[in-house]
């Protein structure tokens, strides 16, 4: 059975710094993995989606890199700005699943100071 | 942004109450999904639909039911609302299965 870990469940920066955010997952065979952000309360905004044929992904100041092989994906914050705080979650489509259902970890808390 | 809509958006309601949780997509995304959230816990899928009269169960059992008769349209229905009914619930909808999810603001339910 497919389960996603991200570590840490929380951090807090100060304004400016560069961070990773770390999704493990259980299961090498995955069809794609994709990173959301979640703001208190609120619904989940895509960040960017990985398929399971790339190794990396950009977005502006966001980056998510992804080894099947170990089972890892990270997502790279550059330059932090108060307004980056909010709930940051993985989530993977494993290979045999044919119904796009995603599988979330639990989600790192996120807090930049200014 | 993605365009995928949910009310109402926050739900107060007594016990036993039958309550009908309504999700519109404008993009004609076959497929569609309904997640469901408790606090601080992880995101897991009640229900999901591949297209227009296919709706299946997901992996977290639910006493919820859904319908899809329109392609748009993705309502959740629970008959009997009951206090650990009280959660969030989040739709979403792709393109195809394994393509990038969009979802909506959710619904936050409180059962009394």
């Known amino acids: 059975k497919q389960e996603v870990t991200q570590i840490p469940a929380a951090l807090s920066v100060p304004e400016g710094e560069n961070l990773v955010l770390n999704c493990s997952f259980t299961?090498?065979?995955?069809?794609?993995l994709q990173w959301f952000r979640q703001d208190p309360g609120k619904g989940l905004t895509s960040l960017l989606l990985?398929?399971?044929?790339?190794r990396e992904q950009t977005s502006g100041r966001l980056n998510a890199s992804l080894d099947k092989s170990s089972g890892r994906s990270t997502l790279y914050i550059a330059a932090s700005q108060p307004g980056d705080s909010a709930t940051y979650l993985c989530?993977?489509?494993?290979?045999?699943?044919?119904?796009?259902?995603?599988?979330f970890g639990q989600g790192t808390e996120l807090s930049v100071k200014p | 942004e993605a365009d995928i809509y949910q009310t109402p958006r926050y739900l107060v309601i007594g016990t036993g109450k039958k309550i009908t949780l309504e999700c519109s997509q404008t993009?004609?995304?076959?497929?569609m999904y309904w997640y469901q959230q408790d606090p601080g816990m992880e995101l897991h899928l009640i229900h999901y639909?591949?297209?227009?009269?296919?709706?299946e169960k997901g992996d977290l059992s639910s006493e919820s039911t859904v319908s899809r008769i329109r392609t748009e349209h993705f309502p959740l229905t629970l008959e009997s609302a009951r206090p650990s009914h009280t959660s969030q619930y989040l739709c979403?909808?792709?393109?195809?299965?394994?393509?990038?999810?969009?979802f909506g603001p959710g619904t936050r339910l409180t059962v009394l």
């Open positions: 989530a993977v489509i494993p290979m045999d699943n044919q119904g796009g259902k995603l599988i």
């Open positions: 993009m004609g995304h076959d497929k």
């Open positions: 990985i398929q399971s044929s790339q």
């Open positions: 639909s591949y297209g227009v009269n296919s709706t």
């Open positions: 979403a909808s792709s393109e195809y299965s394994g393509t990038e999810q969009f």
């Open positions: 299961d090498s065979a995955i069809y794609n």
